[in-house]
């Protein structure tokens, strides 16, 4: 049972793998396209502007500004102001 165990965890874990890296792959290359990345941005959020320098989209979809502190904004909560 231990080996069996052990071996479905291998399996489970290298048939996963290739969608991990793909995903990592896509979000990389979707932030080295970020238009605006590294610059100050301003968003208005739930009414209130925020501004600060973009960094990237992480994993779960938030934007990633960074003011005084990191500041992580939910994907469809901010409006971009030009």
Do not use: M
Request: net charge negative; charged share 25%.
């Amino acid at each position: 049972p231990f080996l069996a165990r052990e071996l479905c965890g291998h399996l489970t874990q290298w048939l996963s793998d290739p969608l991990l890296v793909y995903s990592k792959l896509l979000l990389e290359d979707y932030n080295s396209r970020l238009d605006k990345k590294n610059s100050t941005v301003r968003f208005n959020i739930d009414g209130q502007i925020a501004e600060g320098i973009l960094k990237e989209i992480d994993g779960k979809g938030n934007l990633v500004l960074s003011a005084k502190e990191y500041r992580l904004i939910p994907f469809g909560t901010a409006e971009w102001l030009l």
